[in-house]
C-alpha cells in the first residue's frame, strides 16, 4: 500500500459560531465589581482584623492530639486552660507555628475540632464544645473570643469554604506558608468547584504565574517563570513520568482537597528538576462523619460530567473510615470529530491502628477513550495568522487515544511523642497509553494555499513508576531554644516501553477543506516508519535529605537544608539491547538549600532563599556523549501577610533564577549519526529569568472570597549560539494577570452567589529559523451565579469566556503546533449533599 492507494473525498468543516451574543447590564455590572475589589487590595487590612489584647508568643507546636497540644500550648504561652477529657478525646489540633497571641494561637490551634473557647481571665480559658459561645458573647463577667473558623483548619481546605489555607504540606509535613521562604500557593477544593475544575491542567491554569502550552498529544506543558514545570507529587511523594514524543500527562482532579504550588527551584524536594515550580496533589482523605455528594454538570459541547463522593467512619469508635469517589465524563470539544469518553474510580482506607498510629491504603483507576485532534493548526509561511474557523481539525475520525492509568499508594504516621513525627508512603502508578492518528504539517503558501502534508503516527506507550520516602519531623532544644528538624530519604524508579512510528501519507491536506481517508493500518505505519524507535527507557532517582528551622530569636529564624542525590538513567532498543543514547549517571550531587525569615509582626514576616539547581539531561553531543546536567541558583526575596486572623494570605516575591549548560541545537552536525532522530547539542546556554510576583487569596472582605495575582517574568539568554540578550521562553508571557472573585449574599438573599474574573497575559511568540509566530496580548473573562436551595441542594451555572474571544492559547511553528483558545462556554451544575 503507497500513500497513491489511499481514496479521497471531501468533509464539511462545520462554519465558525454565529456572532456574540449581547449580554445584559448585570453581567457587566459583575465584571466591574470584579476589577473594583482588585483594587482593594491597597487597603490597610489590618483595620479589619480583630484586636489582640496579649502580648505576642513564639509558637511551635505540631499537629498531635488535642490533649498533648493544649499541654504544649499552656506550657509555651503560660495560660491556663480548662477542658474535659471527653471534649478532647480522639480529636488532632491544627499545627501553630509563628509569633502570635495567645488568643489567636488557641483559636489556630483548637480550628477545626467544633470546639470554642470562653475566657475567664486575662490567663485563663475554658473549653466549649458546639456552639454554647458564640462570637462576642458574654455571659456574666466572661468574654467569648469569636468562634473557631474553618479556615484554620489546618492544610485542609475541603469544607472551609474559602480561597486560602494557612498551611501546606508540599515539603514534610504540614507547614506554615507564611514561614516558608519562597512562593508557595494553593488552589483550593473551592476553587475547583467554584470553576468547575475537572483536570490538573484546569487546576493548575488557577494558579499564580502558570503558562498553559498544548502539547501535540493531548495534555499541556505547564510553565512558571520561563521554565518548564517537571516536578509532580502526590501528597508529598514524587512521581517520574516520561514521553518519548511529547506530553500526555493527565489526572482528574475528583480525588483531590488541593493542588500546592511552589515556585522556585525545588531542589531539596526531589533533587533533578527545573528551577520553575512543583507541583504537589493531595489526595481526599475519609471524614469522620457521612457524607454523600452527587454532582452533575452539563455544559456546552454534549459536556457530560457525574461525580460521586461517599464518605464515613466504618465501625462505631471511628477508628476505621473509609472513602470512594466516582466520575464519568462524556463530552465533545469544539473542534471538529474530537471527542472522549472518561471513567475515574478512587478508594482509600485510613485506620487509626493505635492512638499514636495511622495507616491508609488506596488506590485509583482511570479508563479513557477518545478521538484527539492532535498536532494543531498551521499558519503562513511568513507566520500569520490564516484565520481558519475555530472547530477545524485536520484529523481523522479513526484517530484514536485510549488510556489505562492505575495507581496504589500506601502510608503509616506514626507520632512518637507530642514533638515528633515518622511517616513512611509508597506510591505505585502504572500507565499505558494506545495512540493512532493522522495529522497535517506544513506552511500554508498564501499565493497557492498549498503546503500541508498529511502524516500518521502510532505510539504505543507503557510505564510503570514506584516510589518509596520515609522522613522523620520534630522539634529539639537547642541553647534555650526550641528547633525544627526533618531528616528523610527516597527511591524512585521509572521503567517506560515506549515504542514510536511516523509515516507520511503521500497526500496533500487541503486545510480550508480538510479532506477524509480510510484508516492506514498498523502493519503499513510501522514498514513506512521514517521515523520511530522501540526502546526501554529506566530511571532510579535516589536521595538522602535534611532541613533544619533554628529559631535565632523570637521573630527570626534560619532554615538551613539540602539533599544528596544519585541518579541513572539507560535507554536502550528492546529488540537488540543496544543503547538508544549513552547511559548516563550523576553520584552523590549535594542541592543546598537556604533561607531566612523574619516576623516584623504577628501577621507579616519579610524572607530571603537560596536553592541550589540540578537537571540531568538525555540530549548527546555529536560523539555520543550525554550533556552536562543543568545546574544553577535560585534567588528569591518577599514578604508575605497572613491577615484577618489567617483569613487572608498575601506574598509579594522578587526572584531570579541563572542556569547554566542549557541544551542548544547543534546545527553545525545536523543530522548526526549519535542523536534521537539526527538531532545532536552543545551544552553552552546560559539563561536567566527574573521578575516578580503579588497574591492574595482568601475573604478580602466579609463573604467575599478572592484569588488574585500578577506575575512578571523576564527571561533572557546571557550565553548562547547567537541569541545572547534575547529571550529563551518567548512562550512564556512576561505579564499574568489572574483573578477570580466570589460573594455569598446574606439575609433575605442568603443562598445566592454571583463570582466574576479575568485572566490577562501579554503577547506570546514563537521562533522558527527566521519565521516567528506571535499571539498578541489578550483577556479572557468568566462568571458565575450559584444558588444553595436548601441544606441539601445546589445549583451553580458558570460562562467561560463571556465574550467569545477568538485566540490561540498555544502558537508553535509555522506548519504545526498552534491551538485555538476555547470559545464561550456554559456549564449547568446540579449538586446533592446527604
Not at 509555522?814 to 485555538?820: E, I, K, Q, V
Amino acid at each position: 500500500m503507497t500513500g497513491h492507494d489511499l481514496a479521497v473525498d471531501k468533509k464539511s468543516v462545520r462554519g465558525e459560531a454565529a456572532r456574540r451574543r449581547a449580554f445584559s447590564r448585570a453581567v457587566h455590572a459583575l465584571i466591574a465589581s470584579t476589577v473594583l475589589t482588585t483594587g482593594l487590595l491597597a487597603l490597610p487590612f489590618e483595620a479589619h482584623a480583630q484586636q489582640q489584647t496579649s502580648q505576642a508568643v513564639n509558637f511551635n507546636i505540631p499537629a498531635q492530639p488535642l490533649a498533648s497540644a493544649l499541654s504544649a500550648f499552656m506550657k509555651t504561652s503560660d495560660w491556663d486552660v480548662g477542658y474535659t477529657t471527653e471534649a478532647v478525646n480522639g480529636k488532632r489540633s491544627t499545627a501553630i507555628a509563628g509569633h502570635m497571641s495567645p488568643e489567636r494561637a488557641l483559636r489556630t490551634l483548637l480550628s477545626g475540632t467544633g470546639i470554642n473557647v470562653r475566657m475567664s481571665g486575662p490567663r485563663t480559658a475554658a473549653l466549649v464544645v458546639g456552639s454554647a459561645v458564640s462570637g462576642g458573647a458574654t455571659t456574666g463577667d466572661a468574654t467569648a473570643l469569636a468562634p473557631i473558623v474553618a479556615v484554620g483548619q489546618g492544610a485542609t481546605t475541603e469544607g472551609s469554604n474559602s480561597y486560602t489555607t494557612d498551611e501546606v504540606t508540599i515539603g514534610k509535613g504540614e507547614q506554615d506558608i507564611r514561614h516558608i521562604p519562597q512562593s508557595v500557593s494553593v488552589v483550593t477544593r473551592k476553587q475547583m468547584d467554584d470553576r468547575n475544575v475537572v483536570t490538573i491542567d484546569d487546576a493548575l491554569e488557577e494558579a499564580p504565574g502558570v503558562a498553559m502550552y498544548d502539547s501535540p498529544m493531548g495534555a499541556r506543558y505547564v510553565y512558571a517563570r520561563g521554565f518548564m514545570v517537571d516536578t509532580y507529587q502526590y501528597d508529598g511523594v514524587n512521581r517520574s513520568v516520561y514521553y518519548p514524543q511529547a506530553n500526555s500527562f493527565s489526572e482528574d482532579m475528583a480525588a483531590f482537597d488541593r493542588v500546592e504550588v511552589l515556585r522556585g527551584a525545588t531542589g531539596l524536594l526531589q533533587g533533578a528538576g527545573n528551577p520553575g515550580a512543583a507541583v504537589n496533589l493531595v489526595r481526599k482523605r475519609p471524614l469522620d462523619e457521612k457524607k454523600l455528594t452527587v454532582t452533575q454538570e452539563i455544559g456546552s459541547y454534549q459536556n457530560f460530567n457525574t461525580i460521586v463522593d461517599a464518605t464515613s467512619p466504618l465501625n462505631s469508635e471511628g477508628s476505621l473510615r473509609g472513602r470512594f469517589v466516582g466520575s464519568f465524563n462524556d463530552r465533545e470539544y469544539f473542534t471538529d470529530l474530537a471527542k472522549s469518553r472518561n471513567l475515574f474510580l478512587y478508594g482509600i482506607l485510613e485506620a487509626d491502628i493505635a492512638d499514636d498510629t495511622t495507616v491508609g491504603f488506596g488506590g485509583s483507576y482511570k479508563h479513557k477513550t477518545s478521538t484527539p485532534c492532535f498536532h494543531g493548526l498551521p499558519m503562513y509561511k511568513d507566520g500569520s495568522d490564516i484565520g481558519l474557523p475555530r472547530d477545524t481539525c485536520l484529523g481523522q475520525s479513526w484517530n484514536r487515544w485510549d488510556t489505562d492509568q492505575l495507581s496504589l499508594f500506601a502510608d503509616v504516621t506514626h507520632e512518637f511523642n507530642d514533638r515528633w513525627t515518622w511517616k513512611t508512603s509508597l506510591n505505585y502508578w502504572k500507565e499505558k497509553h494506545d495512540v493512532k492518528y493522522e495529522f497535517s504539517e506544513g506552511a500554508i503558501d498564501p499565493t497557492t494555499l498549498s503546503g500541508s502534508r498529511m502524516f500518521a503516527g502510532l505510539f504505543d506507550m507503557d510505564s510503570a513508576n514506584v516510589a518509596l520516602d520515609s522522613y522523620v519531623n520534630g522539634q529539639y532544644d537547642l541553647l534555650g531554644r526550641t528547633h525544627e528538624l526533618t531528616l528523610g530519604a527516597s527511591i524512585n524508579s521509572l521503567v517506560s516501553d515506549n515504542d514510536t512510528s511516523l509515516a507520511q501519507l503521500g497526500i496533500s491536506q487541503n486545510v480550508f477543506d480538510p479532506v477524509s481517508i480510510p484508516e492506514v493500518s498498523d502493519a503499513w505505519i510501522r514498514a513506512n516508519s521514517y521515523r520511530g524507535a522501540n526502546v526501554r527507557t529506566r530511571v532510579r532517582q535516589e536521595g538522602i535529605y535534611g532541613m533544619t528551622r533554628v529559631s535565632v530569636t523570637d521573630p527570626l529564624s534560619v532554615v538551613l537544608g539540602g539533599r544528596l542525590s544519585w541518579y541513572k538513567m539507560t535507554s536502550r532498543y528492546r529488540d537488540t539491547g543496544e543503547d538508544y543514547v549513552s547511559p548516563y549517571s550523576e553520584n552523590g550531587v549535594f542541592t543546598p538549600y537556604g533561607g531566612i525569615i523574619y516576623d516584623l509582626t504577628e501577621d507579616w514576616s519579610v524572607y530571603a532563599s537560596y536553592t541550589s539547581i540540578f537537571k540531568p539531561q538525555d540530549a548527546v553531543t555529536a560523539d555520543g556523549e550525554a550533556l552536562k546536567p543543568i545546574e544553577g541558583a535560585n534567588y528569591e526575596v518577599g514578604v508575605k501577610g497572613s491577615l484577618l486572623d489567617g483569613q487572608l494570605n498575601t506574598s509579594f516575591a522578587l526572584f531570579r533564577i541563572d542556569n547554566k549548560n542549557r541544551a542548544e541545537f547543534d546545527a553545525d552536525n545536523y543530522p548526526c549519526a549519535t542523536g534521537m532522530w539526527g538531532e545532536c547539542y552543545v551544552a553552552s546556554g546560559k539563561v536567566r529569568s527574573e521578575g516578580f510576583e503579588v497574591e492574595a487569596s482568601g475573604e478580602i472582605l466579609p463573604n467575599l472570597q478572592l484569588a488574585a495575582s500578577y506575575t512578571y517574568a523576564h527571561t533572557k539568554y546571557l550565553e548562547g549560539e547567537n541569541d545572547v540578550g534575547q529571550s529563551f521562553a518567548t512562550y512564556n508571557p512576561e505579564h499574568i494577570v489572574k483573578v477570580w472573585s466570589d460573594y455569598q449574599f446574606k439575609d433575605q438573599l442568603e443562598g445566592l452567589s454571583v463570582g466574576g474574573g479575568v485572566r490577562f497575559q501579554t503577547e506570546s511568540s514563537r521562533k522558527s529559523g527566521a519565521v516567528t509566530v506571535s499571539q498578541p496580548a489578550y483577556a479572557v473573562w468568566g462568571a458565575r451565579i450559584g444558588y444553595d436551595i436548601n441544606d441539601h441542594f445546589s445549583a451553580a451555572v458558570n460562562v467561560d469566556n463571556i465574550f467569545d474571544k477568538k485566540y490561540y492559547q498555544t502558537v508553535s511553528a509555522p506548519g504545526w503546533g498552534n491551538f485555538y483558545g476555547e470559545p464561550r462556554t456554559v456549564t449547568l451544575s446540579l449538586k446533592a449533599t446527604f
